[in-house]
């Protein structure tokens, strides 16, 4: 009885547990039955993300510019651009109203952008559009006649007032030809290898260029600089040959080059208009007028009167009475006295305009240089000149365009920062020895005009080499002043005066601080004194000369001070001279090797102490340290001389340091 029943629980308890199976894996299958949700993809999430486009860092800027094309432009929103608007000061009532061309670049300026202004060239039959004249740059290389060419047009002299009779800086002037109810603005630029910004410069902004090439020197480096210049800047030439009345000119020979050089003339089937003239008797200048004026004819010169100024600064100083003073060519507009303006990063209001002939002007039309008297500060040369509504909105620019300017700066000096850190680690690594010889001619320019201190800057940084490097502190405009003698004696620097005066303090300041002011009038003696001050600081070389040779033909032994034998070499002088004299040593060279040097102790000629023994004596020699001499050994005498560091002459002026 108690089996029977322990066998009945026994399969109920085991039924139970296969109901309690089969239900769970019912549940299961029923859930895998069901469908998944599957995570989100990453690649699907990543591919319909926005992709955003950086905002560009320049921005090109044209007349007439709208307020909807001028955010496209900037690719920002209208509301954040009527935001900067209102920040200015200025408020358009649509978004299709013109945005003023000077109030979109202090926008772009205020937002960070690179602000590239585009004005439209003006053409007959547009508005106000009224013909103008001519700006004729004239160039070639230095000393052919360009600045006694204009004197012959104008019957005025120039050539007297400049140094040497060399142009130092562009003049601008207006010329009233006699022959034609007409008048050209004439631009002389230098023909010294240094002034090659100011010829590219001059080239920029003229409407034709005239080529002096001089008959009897032909076509030299600067004349083919300049015919570059002219040709990149897409204007039309007329070539005058001058000097052609000098002894031993030769026209036809230099047409001959200006065709080797592409210069197609019309007398060899060519467009360009070639005149030979002659500035001393007159030759050929009736001539080469009518080919300027026929020349611009043909070009349909013409500007606006009215509307929007600009201008181009030519030159500009610092006067001790007047302040600043720029020298511009007006393109278009009308630029009246009293107008606030904005040239580059200065701005002013126009005290006074002088024309050529040094008359004050109200009011300049285009093509009309002018030299402006009112602004705060000196300009660079080949800045745009702007005229503004009002001194805030010519202050707010000026200050934008400072301080964009500055951060270019920065950024230039951080991107230097790394290659120097690496330069002074390598120069560390390289031993204290090395680094003591290092040198560096440091010096302080000040000039006369503001393009003329450019160029010679330029000039003197050619001069700089790895070994004997040129750095320029400080480059400025007008006469040396205190600052400048007390910047050269805490630098142990040179000061460069050219063309400009110096102080009676700063003078005084020099002499009691021991730093040197040097002078010049003439850009050549300025280089080649900082060649001179090249040569005084470049590093010395230590070089070996061998004095003479001397060949062993026997050896013998003497009894020294201490009674010791010594050996000495019976010696036969084949060469030169060999000494014993302090700096002077002697190698011992057998069979080809070097097998000992040192110094000499003795040489003896007939039992006799000497110095110096010549070509083709027999003398005793004796060494230090040294008793293995052996017949047919050579004795070379040398010795160690400090030489000079070589320099080279550099064409246009000044010497360099050479490097082999």
Not at 20 to 45: G, L, N
Not at 322 to 339: D, F, H, M, N
Request: with cysteine; hydrophobic share 40%.
């Amino acid at each position: 009885t108690n089996l029977r029943t322990a066998r009945r629980m026994a399969a109920r308890w085991l039924s139970r547990v296969v109901r309690a199976v089969e239900s769970t894996m019912a549940r299961s299958m029923a859930v895998d039955a069901r469908p998944r949700r599957r995570p989100p993809s990453r690649r699907k999430t990543k591919a319909t993300a926005p992709v955003v486009k950086p905002k560009p860092s320049h921005v090109v800027l044209r007349e007439g510019m709208t307020l909807r094309t001028l955010a496209q432009a900037m690719q920002i929103s209208i509301g954040s651009l009527e935001s900067t608007l209102e920040g200015v000061g200025e408020t358009l009532a649509s978004h299709e109203e013109v945005v003023p061309i000077d109030t979109a670049e202090l926008v772009a300026l205020e937002m960070g952008y690179r602000a590239q202004v585009q004005r439209a060239a003006s053409k007959m039959g547009q508005g106000n559009v009224q013909p103008r004249p001519p700006v004729v740059t004239v160039m070639g290389h230095v000393d052919h006649g360009k600045t006694t060419l204009l004197d012959a047009l104008r019957k005025t002299s120039v050539a007297a007032k400049e140094a040497g009779g060399i142009t130092q800086h562009i003049g601008a002037f207006v010329v009233q030809m006699p022959t034609k109810k007409a008048s050209m603005t004439f631009l002389d630029t230098p023909g010294h290898s240094a002034f090659s910004m100011m010829r590219a410069r001059g080239a920029a902004i003229t409407d034709i260029v005239v080529l002096v090439v001089a008959g009897d020197d032909g076509f030299m480096p600067q004349t083919k600089e300049a015919l570059a210049h002219a040709q990149a800047a897409d204007v039309p030439i007329v070539v005058a040959i001058t000097k052609c009345d000098a002894p031993g000119s030769n026209p036809q020979k230099v047409k001959q080059e200006l065709l080797a050089n592409g210069v197609l003339i019309e007398e060899f089937g060519g467009e360009i208009q070639c005149i030979e003239v002659s500035a001393l008797t007159g030759k050929g200048l009736v001539e080469l007028e009518e080919a300027i004026v026929l020349q611009s004819e043909i070009l349909e010169l013409c500007a606006r009167q009215e509307g929007d100024v600009e201008a181009v600064v030519i030159e500009s100083r610092l006067d001790k009475g007047q302040g600043p003073l720029a020298s511009v060519v007006v393109k278009e507009g009308t630029l009246k006295s009293g107008s606030f303006v904005v040239a580059g990063t200065e701005w002013g209001r126009i005290k006074s305009m002088k024309d050529g002939f040094g008359a004050r002007i109200l009011a300049a039309l285009p093509a009309r240089p002018v030299e402006l008297c009112g602004l705060r500060g000196v300009p660079s040369a080949g800045d745009v000149l702007g005229v503004v509504s009002n001194e805030t909105r010519a202050r707010r620019i000026s200050a934008a365009r400072k301080l964009r300017m500055e951060d270019n700066r920065l950024g230039k000096l951080e991107q230097q920062a790394g290659g120097s850190a690496l330069q002074l680690e390598g120069k560390s690594n390289k031993g204290g020895e090395e680094a003591e010889t290092e040198r560096e001619l440091k010096l302080v320019l000040k000039a006369d005009v503001n393009g003329t201190c450019e160029a010679i800057r330029d000039a003197i940084e050619r001069l700089s080499s790895d070994k004997m490097p040129v750095k320029v502190l400080f480059s400025g405009v007008g006469p040396v002043t205190s600052s400048d003698i007390m910047l050269a004696a805490a630098s142990n620097a040179e000061v460069l005066a050219f063309n400009t005066k110096i102080g009676k303090d700063a003078e005084t300041e020099a002499k009691q601080a021991g730093v040197s002011v040097h002078k010049s009038r003439i850009i050549y003696h300025l280089l080649d004194e900082v060649g001179r001050l090249l040569e005084k600081q470049a590093p010395t070389q230590k070089v070996e000369q061998i004095n003479g040779e001397a060949e062993v033909l026997t050896t013998f032994d003497i009894k020294g001070k201490k009674g010791e034998k010594e050996k000495v070499a019976g010696c036969r002088v084949s060469t030169g001279s060999i000494f014993n004299l302090e700096g002077a040593f002697f190698r011992v060279i057998r069979e080809g090797d070097v097998v000992h040097e040192g110094r000499c102790t003795s040489i003896r000629r007939h039992k006799l102490e000497v110095d110096k023994v010549g070509e083709g004596t027999e003398c005793g020699v004796m060494l230090e340290g040294w008793t293995d001499f052996r017949q047919g050994d050579k004795l070379r005498c040398l010795e160690v001389i400090v030489q000079p560091a070589k320099m080279v002459k550099v064409e246009g002026g000044g010497m360099r340091f050479a490097t082999e």
